[in-house]
């Protein structure tokens, strides 16, 4: 009989995860492992901040996926360009593949939820190449300020519109480097304004209030001043319009735009033949699709409801990393005619950079701030790369200096 094949779709947090748990459980004889990702590497989507602000290089963030999958797996390294279930094709720029069983792992886009101009003009974080871009752009804007006879002051301008997860750590970064740049390109630093734009009324929705207000603190400390409650309204070549009421509108000029408020999941999954919202897929408890007893969803495609708050789960590298562990030994169990385990989701707590040496963050049932927290982000962001690569890439990679 053939042996089955188990097609990977994406390199990220989870098909990755899945893609090593699954070299472990099963063998050549068993089935055929392929992973097919846009690039040889994989990239530490938890890092983009720290590219974007240009506080580490893009190669610190990445590794050759060659260094943490065996002779077990085939990787395809070509952009999948189509996805389709109920022919099991899945169509990409280095040819057609087909599966016993599929997991769709393709991570997230920016929402920008029908904002004018926010599309064209603004930034992302979004993958390894769109951080590396906001840090040349912003490296450009100073440069050219400093170049310019008349100076326009709002080239120094930085709006990041979020105040999420990924709008507080990427402002956090920049309140580290903007010093560096004004220094390596001779501007006064009061001439550069950070600005966080937040339509809803919190910053941090979600983060223990106390931990919420220290993180304010600390990035005001930094220079980050705050509109919240005070959506873009839309965005053009020379900066954001931002409703401060029910009568105003206000133009705010800058050099650089930053979008960090709000995920879908990948394009690609909402013409796969599988029902979607904002292309995220409602799974089933042991991470299938519905409707699809061979397709398992995993990381930020994935929909799941947390039964108990009646909310969904975040999107997380810590969820997806779980999932594909689950989905791994699930696969195996179908290979060997035995029932699915359920997803269960170990919620280990959640901490938030605020640059060099601070943090917030809840673990352990406590809550911690400053070295302490930015201590327990190092550990986190290194355990993620022990899970995948064990002491060897924890040790390359990590952000723990051990010599
Ligand atoms: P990803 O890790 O994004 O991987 C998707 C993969 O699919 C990529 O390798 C990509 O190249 C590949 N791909 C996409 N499209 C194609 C295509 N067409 N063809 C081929 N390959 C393709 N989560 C936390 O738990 N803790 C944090 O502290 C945290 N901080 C964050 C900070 C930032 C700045 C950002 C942006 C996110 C953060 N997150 C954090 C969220 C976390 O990064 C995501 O939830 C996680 O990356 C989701 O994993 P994934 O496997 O679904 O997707």
Redo the contacts with the bound molecule.
């Keep these: 009989m053939k042996r089955p094949t188990i097609l990977v ?9 899945t893609t090593v748990n699954l070299q472990k459980l099963v063998n050549a004889n068993e089935a055929e492992i392929i992973l ?4 040889d ?10 590219v ?1 602000a240009g506080t580490i290089s893009p190669d610190k963030a990445r590794y050759p996926i060659s260094k943490v999958i065996n002779h077990n797996v085939t990787f395809v390294k ?4 189509s996805i389709d279930v109920n022919t099991k094709i899945v169509g ?2 280095a040819g057609d593949f087909t599966y016993d069983y599929l997991v769709i ?4 886009e920016g929402e920008t939820f029908g904002i004018p101009g926010l599309k064209e003009h603004a930034l992302s ?4 190449n769109t ?1 590396r871009q906001v840090r040349e752009h912003i490296e450009y804007q100073f440069a050219s300020w400093t170049l310019d006879e008349v100076k326009d002051d709002s080239k120094l301008t930085i709006i990041v519109g979020g105040a999420g ?2 709008g507080i ?2 402002l956090g970064e920049l309140g580290n480097r903007i010093p560096e740049l004004c220094k390596e390109f001779d501007i006064p630093k009061e001439k550069v304004r950070l600005l966080c734009v937040e339509a809803a009324s919190t910053v941090l929705p979600g983060f223990d209030p106390e931990l919420v207000d220290y993180a304010k603190a600390q990035l005001s400390k930094k220079g980050v001043e705050f509109s919240i409650g005070t959506p873009i309204v839309e965005a053009t070549a020379e900066g954001v319009k931002i409703r401060k009421d029910e009568e105003e509108i206000e133009f705010i000029k800058a050099g650089t735009v930053v979008w ?1 408020a709000g ?1 879908r ?2 394009a ?1 999954v909402e013409s796969s033949g599988i029902e979607s919202n904002r292309a995220r897929i409602a799974v089933r408890e042991d991470m299938r699709a519905p409707g699809f007893d061979d397709v398992f969803i ?5 929909f799941l409801l947390n039964e108990e708050v009646g909310r969904p789960y ?8 779980q999932q ?1 562990v689950t989905i791994a030994k699930n696969i195996k169990h179908l290979i060997n005619e035995e029932s699915t385990e359920v997803f269960v989701y170990d919620d280990k707590g ?4 605020l640059g060099h040496e601070d943090a917030i963050g809840t673990a352990f049932d406590r809550k911690f701030t400053g070295k302490p927290a930015s201590a327990l ?1 190092k550990v ?2 290194d355990r ?1 790369l022990y899970l995948v690569g064990g002491v060897g890439l924890t040790l390359k990679k990590g952000k723990f200096k051990f010599l």
Aim: net charge negative; charged share 10%; aromatic share 10%.
């Design positions: 779709l994406g390199a990220g947090y989870g098909g990755l995860t097919v990702n846009k690039n590497y994989h990239y530490e989507t938890t890092w983009l901040h720290e974007g070509a952009n999948i360009e990409t720029s792992g393709l991570g997230f974080l979004t993958n390894i951080a997860f990924t750590e990427f960090a995920i999941g990948n690609l995993v990381g930020d495609c994935a975040p999107p997380t590298a810590q969820i997806a990393m594909g959640a901490v938030c950079s982000k986190v962001d993620a």
